[in-house]
C-alpha cells in the first residue's frame, strides 16, 4: 500500500519557537493532504486541507498564520507552528490522498509535538 | 463538530471474548471506514464499508452498517491482548471528500 511519513517522529521545544514538520507521500502522488490534531485519548480533528500548488483551508478555530501549511510538491507537506505554545502539545497527524488509482488517504505515523 | 460519534468510549474485556464498537454519524455517507490507533502511533486502516452494503467480514472482523438509522458497529471476535487499541469510525465529508473521525473507542483487552 501508499506510505506517507512524517518528519520528525517526535519534537520538544521551547515556548516561542516554531517547528516544522514534514510529510511525505514516498511511492505515490498526493494531490491532497490533510493535516490533522489529536490530543491525549481524544479523536483526530481536521486543522487544514491542502493542495498542492494554492494556499490550504482551515477548519473553523483554526489560526493560519499559527499553523503554516505549505504544500509545494505533489510528495511533500509541511505544517510550522509559529511561537509554540505548551497549549499546542499535541500528536500531529498528516494524511495524503492519492488523487489515481485509490483516491484514498493514506495516513502517516504521527509527530509528538511537546512545548515546554 | 464531529460526523461520527461512537460508544462505548471505554471498553475492557477478557482474551478470548467478543468486543462490539459502535458508530453514528449524521449526513448521508458513501462509505464508512474503521481504523485502528495503538497509544501514540498512527492510523491503521482497517476496514471500509460502502453505503450499499449491509455487512462486511475480514478475518476476526465484522462490520455492519444501517443506513436507515445512520449507524455502525464494529464487531472483533475472539480478541487478543494485541487488539488493545482505540478504534475510530470515519466517513467522508465535504467538497474537499476529507475523513471526518469518531470519537473512537478504547478497547482493552486483559490476558
Known amino acids: 500500500g501508499a506510505v506517507v511519513s512524517q518528519h520528525p517522529s517526535w519534537v520538544i521545544c521551547k515556548s516561542g519557537t516554531s517547528v516544522k514538520i514534514e510529510c511525505r507521500s514516498l511511492d505515490f502522488q498526493a494531490t491532497t493532504m490533510f493535516w490533522y490534531r489529536q490530543f491525549p485519548k481524544q479523536s483526530l480533528m481536521l486543522m487544514a486541507t491542502s493542495n498542492e500548488g494554492s494556499k490550504a483551508t482551515y477548519e473553523q478555530g483554526v489560526e493560519k498564520d499559527k499553523f503554516l501549511i505549505n504544500h509545494a510538491s505533489l510528495t511533500l507537506s509541511t505544517l510550522t507552528v509559529t511561537s509554540a505554545h505548551p497549549e499546542d502539545s499535541s500528536f500531529y497527524i498528516c494524511?495524503?490522498?492519492?488523487?489515481?488509482?485509490?483516491?484514498?488517504?493514506?495516513f502517516g505515523p504521527g509527530t509528538r509535538l511537546t512545548v515546554l | 463538530s464531529q460526523q461520527g460519534e461512537e460508544d462505548p468510549q471505554a471498553l475492557s474485556i477478557q482474551e478470548g471474548e467478543n468486543a462490539t464498537m459502535n458508530c453514528s454519524y449524521k449526513?448521508?455517507?458513501?462509505?464508512l471506514q474503521w481504523y485502528r490507533q495503538n497509544s501514540g502511533r498512527g492510523l491503521v486502516h482497517l476496514i471500509l464499508?460502502?453505503?450499499?452494503?449491509r455487512e462486511k467480514h475480514s478475518g476476526r472482523l465484522r462490520v455492519t452498517l444501517d443506513t436507515s438509522k445512520k449507524s455502525s458497529s464494529l464487531l472483533i471476535t475472539a480478541s487478543r491482548a494485541a487488539d488493545t487499541a482505540s478504534y475510530f469510525c470515519a466517513t467522508r465529508r465535504g467538497a474537499g471528500n476529507m475523513l471526518t473521525f469518531g470519537g473512537g473507542t478504547r478497547l482493552m483487552v486483559k490476558p
Open positions: 464499508i460502502r453505503s450499499n452494503e
Open positions: 494524511s495524503a490522498r492519492d488523487g489515481g488509482t485509490y483516491n484514498e488517504q493514506f
Open positions: 449526513t448521508s455517507i458513501n462509505n
